[in-house]
């Protein structure tokens, strides 16, 4: 089993920055992919973006798209979710996941992850 550990919540203003870290530990890691996901007021688990772990393809939610940027480091087994021009719809819990394999559902589907982090706080005031 796979774990991961969130990094890099906080409070943030409008227009601020924040870059999210998740390792990942626990075996032999070459995953299909990792993905950053969010829990908010109206949704348990909305995608945000996730990375192809073998071809770095990534994916985005429409609405951070030029606004973040998800990368890993194969080496390290860390993916990173830097997080530009923030706003207040960004507010929520931020959870990082593992898919080990490819899903039917496709990457940007959570029911496909296999592990989750405890999740971090990413909080936008009004």
């Known amino acids: 089993q796979v774990q991961l550990v969130e990094s890099g919540g906080g409070l943030v203003q409008t227009g601020g920055s924040l870059t999210l870290h998740c390792q990942a530990s626990?075996?032999?890691?070459?995953?299909?992919?990792m993905g950053w996901f969010r829990r908010t007021p109206e949704k348990e688990r909305e995608h945000v973006a996730a990375?192809?772990?073998?071809?770095?393809?990534?994916y985005y939610r429409d609405s951070v798209k030029g606004r973040f940027t998800i990368s890993r480091d194969n080496v390290k087994n860390t993916v990173s979710l830097q997080m530009d021009n923030l706003k207040l719809e960004d507010t929520g819990v931020y959870f990082c996941g593992v898919a080990q394999t490819s899903y039917y559902g496709g990457i940007t589907d959570p029911n496909g992850y296999n592990s989750w982090g405890q999740g971090t706080q990413v909080t936008v005031p009004s």
């Open positions: 626990g075996r032999p890691f070459s995953p299909y992919g």
């Open positions: 990375i192809r772990w073998r071809d770095v393809l990534t």
